[in-house]
């Protein structure tokens, strides 16, 4: 019999707390209580007035689907 185990995510969020708040790396984590519980986006897309997000990734992926650019610099 193939069983396959999938370990939870380490890394735990203690002020949402639950399942839910379970994230995979330290850095996932850190990102997460940065904007959802510090307020901190210092990422800002130059085309929307208020569109603030926590990581790159996060304001490169806005910028592709939202204003569908191609390249991203």
Same mark, same amino acid.
């Given at each position: 019999?193939?069983?396959?185990?999938?370990?939870?995510?380490?890394? =735990?969020?203690?002020?949402?707390?639950?399942?839910?708040?379970?994230?995979? =790396?330290?850095?996932?984590?850190?990102?997460?209580?940065?904007?959802?519980?510090?307020?901190?986006?210092?990422?800002?897309?130059?085309?929307?007035?208020?569109?603030?997000?926590? =990581?790159?990734?996060?304001?490169?992926?806005?910028?592709?689907?939202?204003?569908?650019?191609?390249?991203?610099?």
């Amino acid at each position: 019999m193939n069983h396959s185990h999938i370990s939870p995510a380490p890394y =735990t969020c203690i002020e949402c707390g639950g399942d839910s708040a379970r994230y995979p =790396t330290s850095e996932e984590l850190e990102i997460h209580i940065a904007s959802d519980h510090l307020n901190y986006c210092p990422y800002e897309c130059e085309r929307c007035r208020f569109a603030k997000f926590p =990581t790159e990734f996060a304001l490169i992926s806005h910028c592709k689907s939202d204003h569908g650019l191609k390249e991203f610099f």
